[in-house]
Structures are given as C-alpha cells and as structure tokens.
C-alpha cells in the first residue's frame, strides 16, 4: 500500500475555533497526523511516501474548486494581514455572512473587507486560518492526486494521509476544518484518468457536505456518507436521507444518517448497504474519506465504535474488490487515532 503523507501539515495548526458563544482550543491539530505515523512506525502496513513535485496540481485543483474561491485561499492570510497587522498574531476565523434568506443580503457587490470576503467563503467560525494554512492544504490536495495517480498505474490501495481534512470542502466554501476537498480531487483524478465510473463511500461521523455538493448533479461519481442526523448533527443544513441528487445525478447521491449514540453493530449493517449500493453502482474505483471520529472516546461526536471494529471496517471495504484511495479525514480522540487509522488499513490489506 502506498501511502503519501504530508510533510508539511504542521505549518497548518489553528490555536482556537469558536465554539457556543466561547473560544476552544482547535480539536483538529497537527497531533493527530504524528500519531497514525507513529503507528505505522510500529506497524508498517504500507509504504511512506512524499507525493512527486511533477504532477498538475492547480489544474487538478480548478476540477473541484472555483478559479475565485481558490484565489482567496491563496491570498487569505495576507488579505487577514493587511486588514491590520496585529492580525499577524491571531488566527483568521469568519465571524459575518450574507445569510441565504430572501431580501435579507445581497450577494452580488463583492465586498472588499476581508472579513466580509472571509464570510463569504466559509461557513463557519470553527475553521482557523493561518499563515501556513493554504501551503499545508495544497500538499494535502498533492497527496490525494498522487494517491490518485499511483492508482490508476496499478496500486490496489493508497492513502493520501493529510490533514487539515477535505470532506467540508466544496466548490467554493471551506468549514469544518476543511479547505480543499482530497476526496473529490482523488475522485475527479480517477474519472479525469479514464474511468468511467468512481464511488466516493465517506464513512466520517459528519456528512459529508462538500463532497455531496461537488458531484450532486453528476451521475459519473456516486457519493455516499454515513454519518450523524444533521437534525441534531454538525454540519445540520445537509445530509437528509431525501437529498438524492439532482438532474442527471438524481439517484446518485445517498445519504445514510443515523441517530446520535449509535453503536456498532447498527453502523455495521447501515455500511453493508452502502457497500450494496456501491457495487449496484459498479464502479471502476473508491474513494473513502476515512474519519475516526466514529470512536467511541471522540470529543465532539457521537457514535461508539472501538478499535477492534475498525479491523473489520477495513476488511468490510476490501470486501468490494475494488482499486480504494484513502483519504483521511476526522477523529479527534488523539491518543487514539493511530491505532484506530491503522487497524482501518489493516483490515483492508495489500
Ligand atoms: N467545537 C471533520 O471531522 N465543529 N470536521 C464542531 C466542536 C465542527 C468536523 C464543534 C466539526 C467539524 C472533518
Ligand atoms: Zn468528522
């Protein structure tokens, strides 16, 4: 198994998100990433690898993320910066948005104040931004493309082992932790690559939103998530069991949440169906965006998987005989993650 991780994920390391009313220090921290490579230290299931300097990174960017949102990314933090220079000290989070209501806000006057700019791209206040936060993304987006790319020369499975995470992500808007979308790159390679048909299975405890809306008038890539209820479940405003798709891509999209406090036997039998309607769909590759933040010791979510189970989560997906890309995504458990991360890859196998 190749793996290709991100030897600049560090430079990304938010201090605090906004959380109820109060700052938290950020749950999504370079900590987590050092724990699944010590792991795999100590359990060497696949083989470490830097993604190649060579492959066509920003055009594989603009398959997935408008050229504008994309833009902002890469000047956000000086844009942050300018706007004063004490900002220099302090992460930027958006605290202002052109809320989607009828005649409450207007959209179409770009706003040239940065934090106005910085709402119109994010959807949260939980998702720092600092001076390295854009090169440690691309080199995650590197990762996935290699994994991508390794691939479709052969390789049965690989992992781009990246953070910060993608699954968020859309085509023009970051959040929950996300900025650029690994999965979606991973699958718009394959399809981009020749393959006519290439399943995104995202088994994170949150939805994922921004993979959904990238591909949700597609057919050519079927999107499924098992994830908390939005009713009570961040990121609440998608991840319904009627979102289907829409257009050419209605049927192409399924959504499988389950209630808060779910164990893993109910999450076992709902990924069986995921895995039926993947291979219903007979495609010529998967994309998993993998999230640990299933366990059952997660800080901010809610279901109650154990280690153990993530051995037969591995074995579950390989059932599928499918060629897999790994995307990592949550787990918040930090002393945990690691193990969790591994057994997943182990159970996978090759
Ligand atoms: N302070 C991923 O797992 N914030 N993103 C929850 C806790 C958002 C999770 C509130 C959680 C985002 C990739
Ligand atoms: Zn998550």
Redesign the pocket.
């Given at each position: 198994m190749k793996i290709f991780h991100n030897a600049r994920h560090a430079e990304h390391a938010g201090r605090q998100?906004m959380?109820r009313g109060r700052m938290?220090d950020c749950?999504?921290s370079p900590a987590r990433l050092q724990h699944v490579l010590d792991e795999l230290a100590r359990r060497p299931v696949g083989e470490l690898l830097r993604p190649p300097a060579d492959l066509p990174l920003d055009a594989a960017l603009r398959k997935v993320h408008s050229p504008e949102y994309l833009q902002f990314l890469a000047g956000a933090w000086d844009g942050w910066v300018a706007m004063d220079p004490a900002n220099a000290t302090r992460d930027a989070l958006a605290s202002v948005w052109p809320l989607a209501q009828p005649h409450a806000f207007r959209t179409d006057k770009p706003p040239q104040n940065f934090a106005a700019r910085l709402g119109q791209y994010a959807f949260?206040s939980?998702t720092p931004l600092m001076a390295g936060s854009w090169a440690a993304a691309r080199e995650g987006a590197a990762c996935a493309l290699a994994a991508a790319h390794a691939l479709l020369g052969g390789e049965r499975v690989t992992m781009a082992l990246t953070r910060p995470?993608g699954?968020?992500a859309g085509p023009a808007f970051m959040g929950?932790?996300?900025f650029i979308n690994n999965g979606a790159v991973a699958a718009q390679t394959l399809r981009d690559g020749g393959l006519q048909r290439v399943a995104v299975l995202d088994v994170?405890?949150?939805h994922g939103n921004g993979t959904q809306t990238i591909f949700y008038d597609r057919s050519d890539v079927l999107t499924v998530s098992i994830h908390g209820d939005p009713r009570t479940e961040?990121?609440f405003f998608l991840g319904h069991a009627d979102e289907r798709g829409a257009g050419a891509g209605e049927g192409f999209n399924l959504n499988l949440p389950l209630p808060r406090g779910t164990g893993f036997e109910a999450w076992f039998s709902t990924l069986q169906r995921a895995l039926q309607a993947v291979s219903d769909f007979a495609p010529q590759a998967l994309v998993v965006p993998l999230?640990l933040?299933t366990f059952e010791g997660d800080p901010?979510s809610g279901f109650t998987l154990r280690s153990a189970d993530y051995l037969q989560v591995g074995r579950a997906l390989a059932s599928l005989d499918l060629p897999t890309v790994i995307t990592m995504?949550?787990?918040?458990a930090v002393a945990e993650v690691g193990v969790n991360a591994v057994n997943v890859l182990e159970g996978l196998g090759t």
């Open positions: 998100e959380f938290v749950h999504e949260d939980g995470p699954h968020h929950g932790y996300c994170d405890y949150h961040y990121p999230g933040d901010i995504e949550g787990g918040y």
